[in-house]
């Protein structure tokens, strides 16, 4: 991709670069796919005669759209063989996002499963609609709908997501002093520090993608989640970090990054408890990731 800023398509991608890689993130749940799917929208606007273009930003988003779209479809497919729980990729990103409560939200690890539940459409016209605010008949556009259907859609996955979203959701400092109160009793492994900050029905998915160790299959309940946590505490020394815009832990081993284990809190509780292990998604957390909207 051309870095000279002597062209005006490139000037315009470069302005816009960083929604676009968030609109193609938050669809995949996937920073590399994502970054494929920036590479096809370059080369896309770079045949675009920029004189038919009315708004460059709704133009780009457009194509971003329509490359994620083709690509959520051929993940869903390599999901399917995916050894073990699948879990999206983790960003290292900016205090400035956690500022920003509804993008955080959108980019966390637990609204990323939530939006894994949804058809390939629902999930685009959602995030277009609910977190960039694109108008029906932009989005219908993105998606080759109808603007009513697109309506519709964006009906049925807001009730959808809305459904499946935590419900007493805690603002990032209480997230901080339960994460705080966890991470604690990992280093220390004990047990009964660590059943004071987990939900009763608390659920753990470790994703290894077959490379690493890791639970082949969910965790659920305090009991089993803190029995397995107390037999990782010896070798643990979990540190915070911000993970898509939220405050998460990172555990490294000989100076890499080995653990990145992100939470779900409702009601002063760690209801899910989310760590990925897979190597190939650990890239992203050595240097901070830019999210926009």
Known sequence: MGEGSEHPATEAFLAHRNLLFTVAYEMLGSA???????????????????????????????????????????????????????????????PDVAEDVELAESVSMAMLLVLETLTPTERAVFVLREVFDLAYDEIAEAVGKSAAAVRQIAHRARSHVAARRPRGAASPAETRDVLEAFRRAVETGDLRRLLDVLAPDVVLLADGGGLVPAAPAPVVGAGQVAALLKRVARTASPQPALVNGCPALVIRADGEVETVMAVRVEDGLITGLYAVRNPEKLSRMERETAVSR
Do not use: M
């Open 32 to 94: 590399a796919d994502a970054e494929d799917v920036l590479q096809e929208t370059w080369l896309r606007w770079a045949g675009v005669d920029l004189g038919t273009v009315r708004d460059q930003r709704a133009y780009l988003v457009r194509i971003v759209t329509r490359q994620a779209l083709k690509r959520l479809r051929t993940l869903g497919r390599r999901k399917e063989s995916y050894v073990g729980p699948w879990l999206p990729e983790p960003l290292l990103t900016a």
